[in-house]
């Protein structure tokens, strides 16, 4: 019997337990960044379609910065690019208390941005580097097992913004807002403002505090840096990428997978608040609701994912998120918020199962491939605009017909893998025979 793998090499216990608390942490910041569309929109009496620039600025940011900070983690190290990520990150955050003392939606934008510019840095540079802290056996496990802490993060972002957030915002509707007097209004708005700094100061501290860790630790170089830094031949790496089909839809439906995800956590308040008269806390506890079923489900999808075939897992999660939004537009009540909920089951599973599908056979162009399926984020910024248009048009229970548009996407994309694998098998199958 063959003796298994170490789960990872000697020397990278402590570094990889210090970056499992980095996937925590840009689940927390991402996660605590959904209500402030709801919070914005408001705060500043902004229809949903300009408050939802609050994920347009989020995730466009992930989407201009993966590829640098490919290029960063290929000619330095992945160390490097984890250090830059977290500071760049932790400027962000710390970037919300002058933007609660400008009391305007611009520098809050900013904060956005330069925050989700070092999560992207962080995110790009911390999957490959947790894929190489070990051996190629058992990396795909290694990264399952740390992207699980993941929706841990996710699940303390939503109870922070439901605790330390939404309670604190003032009951008085836009019309109210509009009648009082200017000096009262912007005292509302400085303890409303006021509370949404707060969280995203602390959670500076807390990336501070990891980026110390992870400066001061040694860290043993990895296989691939210790083979040296080769050329970066970008031209031909991206027409190998461009033209490799697999890949192609990956990254697709990697963008409508986010897209999917952003969709339905962003709008989960408005819904809830549509479909039940639900408050904006009592809709942050749904939202909560549905980062548990997440966390949960990811685990479960672990287990289950030793039985069945990614895509066609990948395949049944998607046409039923489909299933569930369009429940959700045609059934608007309580059913239809947990249908809303129940999507996050789907979504567990979604975003690595793509990754490792749409990486395989790379070899060599996995480490820019992995920025494109980063930059795929960008769904996460495009589709709440649409979203949030069709929200303001007919209401915000019909505009779940977006993330059911979305899901279908990633289902054709698990067809597309089953029907890939099928025909590679017939070739085998073929080969032999001849």
Known sequence: MRDRPPFFY???????????????????????????????SKIFSMSALQSAFVQFAY??????????????????????????????????AFMFYPASLAMSFGPFLAALFVLAAGLSVLETSANPFVIAMGPEANATRRLNFAQAFNPVG????????????????????????????????????QAE?????????GMACLLVVIWIGIALSKVPRTRDEEEGISA??????????????????????????????????TFTIQYAQSAIGASETEGGAWLQASLIVFLVSRFAMTVILAYVRPSALLLAMALLG??????????PGLS???????????????????????LEGLGEDTKFGAAGLVMAILGGALLPLVHGAMMDAYGATTAYGVPAACFLVVAAYGAFDLATDRRRHRDRLSQREG
């Open 10 to 40: 000697p020397g990278m216990t402590v570094p990889f337990v210090l970056l499992v608390t980095c996937f925590a942490a840009w689940g927390i910041a991402a996660n605590m960044t959904d209500p402030l569309v709801n919070v914005f």
């Open 59 to 92: 995730y466009g940011a992930y989407f201009l910065l993966a590829l640098p900070a490919a290029f960063v983690t290929r000619r330095y190290s992945y160390k490097t690019g984890v250090l830059l990520g977290l500071g760049l990150a932790a400027v962000g």
């Open 154 to 189: 996710t699940n303390i972002g939503v109870f922070l913004a439901a605790t330390l957030i939404l309670p604190q915002l003032n009951p008085a509707s836009e019309a109210e807002r509009a009648a009082m007097a200017p000096e009262q209004l912007e005292r509302i708005q």
């Open 193 to 201: 403002l006021g509370a949404v700094m707060t969280p995203y100061v």
């Open 232 to 265: 970066i031949d970008f031209g031909p790496t991206l027409k190998r990428l461009a033209g490799n089909p697999h890949y192609r839809f990956g990254v697709i439906a990697q963008f409508f997978n986010v897209a999917a995800q952003t969709c339905a956590w």
């Open 322 to 331: 489909t299933g569930l939004s369009l429940y959700a537009v045609l059934v």
């Open 336 to 358: 239809g918020v947990i249908a809303v909920v129940a999507l996050s089951l789907c979504l567990s599973l979604m975003f690595p199962t793509i990754y490792g599908i749409a």
